[in-house]
């Protein structure tokens, strides 16, 4: 059956052969002949370029495989399907939680919607990766089914190779069918939050050096269209959970229980996308300066708030994606290491404020000391710039060309989750161990995205080391 | 804490009601030929808040075995509050039309085996005064149609069956709830080609939830197929003939 599949960009626009399988054992006929090759699993399409498509190719819609298979509430030990998305955990474990073990998310990226499943591929951080890590290190196990018909137990000490290039490994090993993850227990569903305005890029780096010791979750939302002495004025939102019984406080979370990407009760819609791109300069520029004004001119706001708003801001509006019109929009992130983080950041900053290519979300992270557990995990120690583009053809893909640059020169990399467009030689640069993931994948499975920067499947097979 | 047996239960449409009654915290009974998946879901549903949920391995067509079925609810879960039948099969009608056997094998499973369950459920419960028997039907039993009128056929006379034990047992408080889906993306499904008419399972489980707490004795889901069907059955012939619905 064909039915269209996007990735969260709206960017490529591919044809496939999909197949949505709603039991984990039909999975071996599937990938033994079942299904044309190459192959590719697909969560949510929350990854915003070609790494969740597969051009021409089968893709495994993972959706149908949503159960739970066991839940500890002693140790915390959550078992699911891959297919489980992140919202649902949190709608069925955390939100109806006792509140003497209430059990949470260990790591969450800016939105709930996205699989198990996805969230191992990319090796998804959020904004504790200093105290937490990436998801990948929460995980204990998995069965990886691949298409030699063979079902692989996963985890540290077990396949751990294997283990390892899966994390992170943008499906190219294989269809993970179930995972054993670790959930961690907090105090509170509610957080204590600070909002904190930051004029410069300067206060924005004293600030993260103050924070990151006592507040969990740290993330600045930067004004990318300030020049000069504003550059890298914005909001720095620093939280952790509140002490335990704190609350109730009023909030609405933002379809907490769906995990649906249709149009659940109390989020907005975007119905259809917009004609031609509802998100321009002006609109941008009128959107960064409400958001400023939040802040109504001081210096710090506190609150207590409930997790979802805070983590989730974008996830109330349904499909915004679709704001940016037919064409679609990118994102560019890149992680650059410590040393050189504050100058390349200032470069990037003042390069995208330069361009004027508007752009609508830009987010500033710290990436903290820790091993990667993946082999192709993103984070490198330092600082994480993201921001959304619209698709407005060649001055777009020069000015991330750019970018590229810069990043390249700090020693940086970008994060393939969020990438359509990078160098085949800058991603082989900037991820060596790629040729490591190579011989761990399966050879009938591939993404447009591992073409692109491979330069196709069957030669790196060959060359690669084993 | 409300008793629910499910028939079927690792149907798509019957999984995603199942959920929403362990939202509740519901104590489950669940009935399904495979064992495999049908633990799965149970696993599932505990994890999703279900109070207790017990299965039982059966093979629908074997309706010889339906009442030790039954004799095992009535001692597991108890008193059933929600009964939901919800197998069935969609057959290639190319082959019904062909061979006997697999119009056979479609007409048993579709009318033949929920038949005689819903019999056995309603002995056992015409005295659970706001106990509710839910099955499902289909559009497909509005209308015979040259495209599929065997599992049309069948569909169609489990909707007069329970209208025949609406009409028996409204008058004992217990009512018999029918559900006629349109077009739902299952595996059952699956090789179709989607339009905008195709609905998703969970949207249907909640209409199935509604129609059931309701005691709402027809309901197509989703709605407008009301709309559709009451054009569709009122097509003359000549004019019907001429298509290829
Ligand atoms: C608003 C927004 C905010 C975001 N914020 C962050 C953030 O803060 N941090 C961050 O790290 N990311 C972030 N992301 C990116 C997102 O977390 C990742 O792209 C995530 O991997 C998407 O998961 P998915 O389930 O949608 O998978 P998809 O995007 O559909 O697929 C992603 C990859 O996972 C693979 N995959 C999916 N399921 C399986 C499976 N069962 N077995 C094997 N491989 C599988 C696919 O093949 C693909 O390579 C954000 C995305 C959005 C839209
Ligand atoms: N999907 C639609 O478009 C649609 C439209 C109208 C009506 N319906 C009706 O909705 C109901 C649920 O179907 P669905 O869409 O959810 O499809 P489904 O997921 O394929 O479910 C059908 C279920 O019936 C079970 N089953 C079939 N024969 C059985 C037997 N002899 N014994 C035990 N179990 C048996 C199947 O079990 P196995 O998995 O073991 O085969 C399967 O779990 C069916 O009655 C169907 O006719 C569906």
């Known amino acids: ?466 | 804490m409300k008793n629910v047996a499910i028939f079927g239960a690792t149907s798509a449409i019957a999984e995603q009601v199942a959920r929403l009654f362990a939202a509740e915290g519901c104590r489950l009974y669940l009935v399904a030929r495979r064992a495999d998946q049908l633990e799965r879901v149970a696993a599932d549903l505990r994890v999703r808040g279900a109070a207790e949920v017990f299965t039982f391995l059966l093979d629908f067509d074997d309706t010889a075995n339906h009442a030790s079925m039954l004799d095992d609810c009535a001692r597991r879960l108890g008193d059933i509050a929600v009964a939901l039948v919800a197998f069935g099969t969609l057959g290639d009608q190319e082959r019904c039309k062909r061979d006997v056997a697999a119009a056979q094998a479609e007409l048993r499973t579709n009318f033949m085996a929920p038949a005689l369950l819903l019999t056995g459920l309603a002995q056992r419960m015409e005295d659970r005064r706001g106990a509710v028997i839910a099955a499902i039907g289909s559009v497909a039993g509005d209308r015979g149609r040259q495209s599929n009128y065997v599992y049309g056929a069948a569909k169609g006379g489990l909707d007069i069956l329970l209208e025949g034990l609406r009409h028996r047992l409204a008058p004992r408080g217990v009512a018999v709830v029918t559900i006629k889906p349109g077009f739902v993306d299952t595996p059952m499904t699956a090789s179709f080609p989607k339009g905008p008419l195709w609905a998703k399972p969970d949207k249907v489980a909640g209409d199935i939830r509604r129609a059931i707490e309701k005691r709402r004795p027809v309901t197509y889901t989703p709605g407008f197929w009301r709309l559709i069907m009451l054009v569709i059955k009122s097509v003359p012939r000549a004019i019907f003939y001429k298509t290829k619905l």
């Open chain 1, 1 to 466: 059956m064909t039915r269209s599949y996007l990735s969260w960009g709206r960017f490529h626009r591919f044809g496939h052969e999909a197949v949505r399988p709603s039991r984990d054992q039909d999975m071996p006929g599937l990938l033994g002949g079942a299904l044309p090759h190459p192959m590719l699993a697909y969560g949510m399409g929350r990854s915003y370029g070609d790494s969740c498509l597969n051009d021409g190719g089968a893709l495994i819609d993972m959706r149908g495989l949503d159960r739970f298979l066991d839940f500890d509430r002693d140790t915390g030990v959550l078992t699911c399907e891959a297919g489980v998305s992140l919202a649902t955990i949190l709608g069925v474990i955390s939100r109806r939680a006792e509140p003497d073990a209430l059990w949470f998310l260990p790591v969450s990226p800016g939105t709930k919607f996205v699989t198990v499943g996805g969230a191992i591929a990319n090796d998804v951080h959020g904004k504790n990766h200093h105290g937490a890590g990436t998801f990948g290190e929460h995980v204990l196990s998995f069965r990886l089914a691949r298409s030699d018909g063979s079902v692989m137990t996963c985890g540290p000490g077990e396949n751990e190779p294997l283990f390892r290039a899966t994390i992170g490994g943008l499906g190219l090993t294989g269809v993970i069918l179930d995972v054993r993850l670790q959930l961690r227990l907090v105090s509170s569903l509610i957080l204590e939050v600070e909002d904190i305005r930051v004029d410069s890029l300067d206060e924005f780096y004293r600030l993260s050096e103050d924070s990151l010791a006592e507040w969990e979750y740290t993330a600045a939302w930067i004004d990318c269209l300030a020049f000069g002495t504003a550059l890298g004025r914005g909001i720095y939102t620093r939280a952790r959970h509140a002490p335990a019984g704190t609350g109730p406080v009023r909030s609405r979370p933002a379809g907490a229980d769906s995990g649906k990407t249709g149009s659940a009760k109390g989020r907005l819609g975007v119905p259809v996308s917009a004609p031609d791109g509802m998100l321009n300069n002006t609109f941008v520029k009128a959107f960064n300066a409400v958001y400023h004004r939040k802040l109504a001119g001081r210096k710090v706001v506190r609150r207590l708030v409930d997790f979802d708003p805070v983590f989730y801001p974008l996830d109330a509006i349904n499909d915004w994606n679709r704001l940016y019109g037919n064409a679609g929009f990118l994102q560019y992130q890149s992680a650059v290491p410590d040393q050189d983080a504050y100058q390349t950041t200032r470069d990037q900053l003042g390069l995208i404020a330069e361009a004027g290519q508007g752009s609508f979300l830009a987010v500033l992270k710290t990436f903290g000391e820790r091993r990667n557990p993946g082999l192709l995990s993103f984070p490198v120690a330092g600082t994480t710039l993201a921001l959304d583009f619209p698709n407005r053809g060649n001055p777009t893909l020069d000015l991330l060309e750019r970018l590229d640059e810069v990043t390249a020169r700090a020693g940086g990399r970008v994060y393939p989750a969020k990438d359509g467009r990078v160098s085949a030689a800058r991603f082989q640069a900037s991820y060596p161990q790629w040729r490591d993931l190579a011989a761990h994948a399966d050879p009938a499975f591939s993404s447009s995205f591992w073409r692109r920067v491979t330069g196709g499947h069957a030669d790196h097979q060959d060359e690669s080391p084993t």
